[in-house]
């Protein structure tokens, strides 16, 4: 189990230099000239060679590298060239922000899907198909066009939500759920419908094994033989998916932070990318594959919890 | 050469026909057949034309602006209005299918020239590339999409053609693994090997027996990425990442949104045109995924009749108490009299147990012999209550221990499980609940039924194992059923069928997956504890020698009828159906009937647990 983990995080550590380098070896490529575009037209080409020569920008993409480098593993992620901000405090006031609305979305899905999921596989018949077209319309409909249509029933005509910013959860709890709950319900549709087929998928195959006629032949009660053997059984291709999930989630936070407003990683993304600011996107980038490998992390050792034979030695 | 030509009409013939023209054909009309799919069809047939015509039916230029009929409404040259900048809204709508659907073309192309020859490759040559590839996928997969698009459009230019290519490459690994999962699985079948041994080369392998089998996986795989890629597309046009000027629907839904107090319906005809669209494919991809199950589903359906198991009883109608039933008087422990069962509902209801009396009293041990399919196993479900979910008892009368079990309820039915009467399954290992442990499994119902305290089920647990033969019981309590042998897991199926301390046992054929030596350890054991308990059982088998063995009495049963009953000398020696004269005579003809089984003086010291 221990050495697993290791093994599991060393790699991970491999994947984030192989990426960091990638992205940064990408973004070094086709250069705009920063320091002309921090210092403005008038700016004597004296004064932006200057500027560039300052931010490192004259040496070889390897030495700048090496450089990021060096200074990323003692926890330095340097600062924004164009706000100055030091990158590390940034990710860390807008995390919080992004990780409420993923978080909340797991929670709401796992819950949502199970439910979902197990009804729809147990009673079949119109439930069963409900919830297949309910999936089927989630899936389809673009995340962000969902989202629209939240924001214009709830927000805009019915006035039960904020349309748009962000309430710290210290700051006023109710306010926070007020400034989420939208966001929350907007990823969610798709989220849900895509998990609790394959609830409903595994929960369907695991009532036909052999083993669940046997414990009913015991005399167990048949709620008893559904939560305690059938979902547990079923749960390791549920929890894959909702992995992967979170995953897709860090990409849709970005549409929805930028629709509601909310300060997070994904409206910080879409703000800085567009200027190319190496070492903002670099931070990001890091602090989302740092999720990824952490999400694939947990949930491998998840799915060992209530299966012996996957369960990691 | 014309051996070679040869070999290879041997050995794709048949397969070629089964795989790729059959199922063609079922699965188009079973597409046909579902309306979603074909209405999802018909709108991107129509969304396309509208793309591929636009310049013929726009009404103007999409870009021709003129301010002072911003926000119009709709008029004989502007059926649709015009927006905010007074531009025609039904031009920038078919303008905009153009980027739109070509970008999604774009991504969908990009992702399956990079994943599904490599997931060939991968999948039908393993190995070395496999390692590699899957290493790729796993970087690629594990990358932060939507900060790779945004980077990437800062780094290679504003264009949506761009973000498109790129999104391409990240998707790819899932057709990468799509094909390679598909083609592994194909590799393995005889029908490839046939292929390989009678010469073929790996590429022409690949062109006619593996491309066809991935072909309609990666159909439906691309018709769900391009919905995803118009998805997000239009996304990040909405935010205003995208192609500057281009008319797209992205970009007319973020104007619109911009206007919603000024004009709300402005938000509609793109909002529309998006989500039918990508509804579209989506329908489309599940109606052809459906199709080619339910061409699959039929042929497994037809292989067994009942489908699925449930812990929830269907509505099962009153069972009618049959006239059938035979003059014997009532056995004392199970009575069987005009047993019907059948499955479906009452339109397409189909019989499969006809009529059927047994009787088995205490202590004695009854056979109930058939070949597959012949209605045992649905015989020995309905005196338990455990029919598969569709299956019901249409009339007769079974009695444990005298009471009427078929008008109990299903709680009243379910005390008498496992407490009077039991049961032992036929595959040792499918019958374990793979997440539990012995000891915790065969625990369960001691505490959830018979109220014991943990302490008192694990001693009694350990006393079941050990009154099975089972040696070492406290560490073999501790395993779960992936380690232990097929023979100890039917001693521990047989272990939790005695932990109620039932009066009758149902083994439905407990020992045809076990190899011999176990299966004669096990028929011993059964019959230890008839002897020791006064056990009535009821034995599924399709072996005589087992019968022979161990039974006292014997029914044959042919088609769901019982055709034969008798002491198992009597139906042995000199049986009256000529149904029983064949068994019989197929056992008797070719070896003589062995010896009854003597359990070893001393038993040698063997550890099954492969623990």
Sequence with gaps: ???????????????????????????????????????????????????????????????????????????????????GEDVWSALATRLPVTLSIVVGVTLVTAVLSLLLGVWAAVRGGVVDRLVQVLSVIGYALPGFLVTLVLVLVF?????????????????????????????????????????????????????????????????????????RHVVRNASAPALTVLGLQFVGLLGGAVLVEQIFGLPGIGSMTVQYTTRGDIPVIMGLVMVSVVGVVVVNLVVDVLVGVPNPKARVA | MSETLQNESLATDPDTNRLERAPRRSTWSAYLHSPLGVAGGAVLVLVVLAALLAPVLAPQDPSTADLALAFHGPTTGHPLGLDSAGRDVLSRLLYGARTTLGGAGLAVAVALVLGVPTGLVAGYRGRRFDGVASWLVNLVMSLPAMIVLLASRAILGPTVWVLMLVM??????????????????????????AARVSGLSDARIIGRHVLVVVRAPIIIQAALVGGIAIGLQAGLE????????????????????????????????????????????????????????????????????????STTPVPVPAPVPSSAGSDVPRGGLLSV?????????????????????????????????????????????????????????????VTVEGQEVLELDERARRTLRGRVVAYVPQEPMSNLDPTFTIGSQLAEPLRCT??????????????????????????????????????????????????????????????????????????????RLRDERGLGVLLVTHNLGVVADLCDRVAVMQDGRIVENGTTAQVLRR??????????????????????WEPPSSAPDRTEATA
Excluded at chain 1, 208 to 225: C, K, M, S, W
């Design chain 1, 1 to 83: 189990m221990t050495t697993f983990v290791l093994r599991r995080l060393a790699a991970g550590i491999f994947l984030l230099l192989v990426i960091s380098f990638l992205t940064f070896a990408l973004l070094s490529v086709p250069h705009t000239d920063v320091g002309r575009a921090l210092l403005g037209q008038n700016a004597s080409q004296a004064a932006v060679d200057a500027r560039n020569a300052s931010l490192g920008l004259d040496r070889p993409m390897l030495a700048q590298y090496a450089d990021w480098l060096s200074h990323a593993v003692r926890g330095d992620l340097g600062r924004s060239w164009f706000t």
């Design chain 2, 450 to 527: 018979l109220g014991l305290s943990r302490r008192a089920a694990h001693a009694r647990v350990v006393e079941l194992l050990r009154q099975v033969e089972i040696k070492d019981p406290e560490r073999v309590a501790r395993l779960y059923p992936h380690e232990i042998s097929g023979g100890m897991a039917q001693r521990v199926l047989i272990a939790g069928a005695m932990s109620g301390d039932p009066r009758l046992l149902v083994a439905d054929e407990p020992t045809t997956a076990l190899d011999v030596t176990v299966q004669a350890e096990v028929l011993a054991l059964l019959r």
């Design chain 2, 575 to 596: 049986p009256e159906h000529p149904y029983t004269r064949r068994l019989v005579g197929a056992v008797l003809d070719d070896a003589p009937c062995r010896e009854p």
């Design chain 2, 168 to 193: 391409g490459v990240l998707v790819a690994p899932s057709f990468y693994r799509l094909t390679r999962g598909v083609v592994a699985d194909v590799r393995g079948e005889l029908y490839v090997d």
């Design chain 2, 238 to 309: 909405f935010l205003g990442i995208g192609s500057g000027d281009t008319p797209t629907w992205g970009a007319m839904l973020n104007e619109a949104f911009q206007n919603i107090q000024r004009s709300p319906g402005l938000i509609v005809w793109p909002g529309l045109a998006l989500g039918l669209t990508s509804a579209s494919l989506v329908l489309v991809a599940s109606a052809l995924r459906d199709a080619l199950e339910g061409a699959g589903g039929a042929r497994r359906a037809r292989r067994r009749p009942a489908p699925r198991t």
């Design chain 1, 155 to 227: 927000a805009v005509q019915l006035r039960w939500f904020p349309a748009i910013g962000y309430i710290p959860f210290t700051q006023s709890p109710s306010g926070w759920l007020s400034t989420v709950t939208l966001p929350i319900a907007a990823l969610s549709v798709g989220a849900v419908a895509g998990v609790a087929q394959q609830v409903r998928g595994s929960v369907a195959d695991v009532l036909e094994r052999d083993f669940v006629r046997t414990l009913r032949a015991r005399g167990l009660p048949p709620g008893r033989i559904l939560f």
């Design chain 2, 337 to 397: 009299r005009g047993l019907a069962v059948a499955y479906g509902t009452d339109d397409d209801a189909r019989e499969v147990v006809h009529d059927v009396d047994l009787d088995v009293g205490p202590g004695e041990i009854v056979g109930l012999v058939g070949e597959s399919g012949s209605g045992k196993s649905q015989t020995a479900f309905s005196v338990l209550g455990i029919l598969p979910r569709g299956g019901h008892v249409v009339r007769g009368s």
